[in-house]
């Protein structure tokens, strides 16, 4: 059971280049989702997925497209960098929340991206 | 900003010291969860309170909540220099999406041997 996998750990781009983020979760988590981490700013939630084919936009969802065309996957793509999106990559999941059950969520260990 | 607060947004002390985080948010909320990341790592999840408890505890770890002062603190008991981290608290909003945490900009504790 590896959890959250997320791949690269590290990358840097050039301004105007694409490049997709991987995540995958064997865990059969419905929920899955990405943020960014900037430093004073916490983490900011830039996509969700509620299920294979569903997803939708969080706080900072602009420059970025996701997918879910599986359980397990949920890749990032970065459709034409900009030197603000260097940051700190987060994949995450879980099982579906109520608002009774809060659920905990699982985080990979994070992709460090520069884009210069 | 709708993320909770962290308070203080730094915090040293020495081994065996108690630590103690504050957590203020803005609207009503189903839960609030501590998550501690250590440098260069994920998050992970520490504590879950739901909006109906007042207090949890976990080993080392106390939990309160205040609903009526929006407000929540992690509390660790005789710190370890494993304690080092930052630690962000994130609540699930009440009327938000299902699924959806809102996290605070977190408090970075360092714990002297």
């Known amino acids: 059971n590896a959890g959250v996998t997320q791949t690269p750990k590290f990358q840097v781009l050039k301004t105007g280049q694409s490049m997709t983020l991987q995540c995958a979760q064997d865990?059969?988590?419905?929920?899955m989702s990405w943020y960014r981490q900037d430093p004073g700013m916490g983490l900011r939630l830039i996509h969700y997925?509620?299920?294979?084919?569903?997803?939708d936009q969080g706080e900072v969802p602009n420059g970025y497209n996701v997918s879910r065309s599986t359980t397990e996957d949920f890749p990032l793509r970065l459709l034409s960098a900009a030197p603000s999106q260097t940051s700190v990559y987060f994949c995450?999941?879980?099982?579906?929340?109520?608002?009774?059950?809060?659920?905990?969520?699982?985080f990979g260990e994070g992709s460090w991206l520069t884009v210069v | 900003s709708q993320q909770g607060e962290e308070d203080p947004q730094a915090l040293s002390i020495q081994e065996g010291e108690n630590a103690t985080m504050n957590c203020s948010y803005k609207?009503?909320?189903?839960?609030l969860q501590w998550y501690r990341q250590n440098s260069g790592r994920g998050l992970v999840h520490l504590i879950l309170?739901?909006?109906?408890?007042r207090e949890k505890h976990s080993g080392r770890l106390r939990v309160t909540l205040d609903t009526s002062k929006k407000s929540s603190s992690l509390l660790i008991t005789a710190s370890r220099a494993a304690d080092t981290a930052s630690y962000f608290c994130?609540?699930?909003?009440?009327?938000?999406?299902?699924?959806?945490?809102?996290f605070g900009r977190g408090t970075q504790l360092t714990v002297w041997p």
């Open positions: 995450a999941s879980s099982y579906f929340f109520t608002p009774d059950s809060g659920n905990t969520i699982y």
């Open positions: 865990m059969n988590h419905e929920y």
């Open positions: 997925s509620v299920g294979a084919g569903i997803t």
């Open positions: 609207t009503s909320i189903n839960n």
């Open positions: 309170i739901r909006s109906n408890e």
């Open positions: 994130a609540t699930d909003q009440r009327g938000s999406t299902l699924g959806r945490l809102y």
